[in-house]
């Protein structure tokens, strides 16, 4: 390195499982300096060959650099980890999945402590960080002028979508889009269910079904708007009266099939439901309403 060339931000990671590992060797290549420490010394010891430098405490991680990221099994394992280390005048990015709820309670308490806090969800697998043409991406939610300090440093391991200011966005836009998956994977687990048992190849089949849902999932985009206009009949293409009627149909496939309902049953329930309280000339908007408590 060169007088000329502008220094690399040094940053200090907290958690070294799978997804850790891989946002360290992204920084590492990136040329950061890197401090590392986990809880398993072993994990840090393989980063450390790699060029890394690791810490046997997370006091000691903590203290090596002004940026400090987190990534660790769950919200109680921050708490355990920061418990009595000075994190006065830090930069605390969490990154570990939690709640909305528990964001925001972190993020009071990590400035009750002078850092100044940011939360992360990340959307993507490990081999997806530190390759920009995989389309993983992390939410970011807390500050934005500390975001916009840090941006180009934390879109090294993956791409970056600030999402407000409020600490438990980036971890409610993670969960709000990790349920939506799970839901496509319930539909897609019952439908290969309903071919199991036949001379279908479920190689041959899955083309189908990708694409089937891939077109539908355009529909997000008209439930979005209705939603925000409150107009739950504007531009609907298959009215709710007539897809309730036809959820028998569907029910009865699965009882022939040999197929438990049970994936499919509650949403039709909560589809019948809107029926009785809303308009049959809606969409599937209204059941959105129904699941607020």
């Known amino acids: 390195m060169t007088a000329n060339t502008p220094s690399k931000t040094p940053v200090s990671l907290l958690g070294l499982g799978a997804m850790g590992a891989a946002l360290a060797r992204a920084w590492l290549a990136a040329g950061h300096p890197l401090t590392v420490w986990n809880r398993t010394p ?67 308490w990590a400035e009750e402590r002078g850092a100044r806090h940011l939360d992360g969800g990340i959307m993507a697998v490990p081999p997806m960080i530190g390759v920009p043409e995989a389309g993983g991406y992390v939410f970011y939610s807390g500050s934005r002028e500390l975001f916009e300090l840090h941006r180009a440093v934390l879109a090294v391991p993956a791409g970056t979508e600030y999402v407000g200011e409020d600490a438990g966005f980036a971890a409610l836009h993670d969960v709000a889009l990790l349920s939506g998956m799970y839901g496509m994977f319930a539909g897609a687990a019952h439908a290969f269910a309903l071919i199991r048992r036949e001379d279908v190849d479920p190689v041959a ?89």
């Open 205 to 293: 089949f899955a083309p189908l079904l990708a694409d089937w849902l891939a077109a539908m999932a355009q529909g997000v985009h008209g439930t979005a708007a209705r939603l925000k206009s409150g107009d739950y009949t504007e531009d609907v293409v298959s009215p709710l009266a007539m897809q309730v009627a036809g959820t028998p149909t569907f029910l009865a496939t699965a009882e022939g099939q040999g197929v438990s309902p049970e994936l499919l049953r509650p949403y039709f329930e909560l589809m019948r439901r809107r029926l009785d309280v809303g308009s049959g000339d809606e969409d599937l908007t209204g059941v959105v309403d129904l699941l607020l408590r």
């Open 42 to 108: 072993a994990r840090a010891e393989v980063l450390a060959a790699e060029g890394a430098k690791a810490v046997d405490s997370a006091a000691g991680a903590v203290a090596a650099s002004d940026l400090v990221v987190v990534c660790l099994l769950d919200d109680e394992s921050v708490g355990s980890a920061l418990d009595g280390v000075d994190l006065a005048g830090k930069d605390l990015v969490d990154l570990t999945t939690t709640t909305p709820a528990q964001a925001r309670a972190r993020a009071a």
